[in-house]
């Protein structure tokens, strides 16, 4: 069983910065894809990024590239997610989820494991 826990949620103006982290617990977290979705209100949830379990493929969703990055520290058992240029649509309840089989997906489907949230809330 893997436990992930967000934090970094926050509000923040339009054009501003955060950096999203996710703690995971268990000794093989370095075996483990990563991604991050987001659920606005009233909308259904969303691949953001994912990071492969060696760090070195990484993939965005059109609305994010170029302005969102992820990133992974192995020997820390955690994932990031800065957000830079951040517009009124990326407010969301952002997550984080592992993918035991360590290649990473966008579908939701593909995900074992999920955190519980956090809240980003950009204002114009």
């Known amino acids: 069983q893997v436990q992930l826990v967000e934090s970094g949620g926050g509000l923040v103006q339009a054009g501003g910065s955060l950096r999203l982290s996710c703690a995971a617990s268990?000794?093989?977290?370095?075996?483990?894809?990563m991604g991050w979705f987001r659920q606005a209100p009233g909308k259904e949830r969303e691949f953001v990024a994912l990071?492969?379990?060696?760090?070195?493929?990484?993939y965005y969703s059109d609305s994010v590239k170029g302005r969102f990055t992820i990133s992974r520290d192995n020997a820390k058992n955690t994932v990031y997610l800065q957000m830079n240029s951040l517009k009124s649509g990326d407010t969301a309840v952002y997550y984080c989820?592992?993918?035991?089989?360590?290649?990473?997906?966008?579908?939701?489907?593909?995900?074992?494991?999920w955190g519980q949230g956090t809240q980003v809330t950009v204002s114009s």
């Open positions: 268990g000794r093989t977290f370095s075996t483990y894809a």
């Open positions: 990071i492969w379990r060696g760090g070195g493929v990484t």
């Open positions: 989820a592992a993918d035991p089989r360590g290649r990473g997906t966008s579908l939701l489907g593909g995900y074992d494991y």
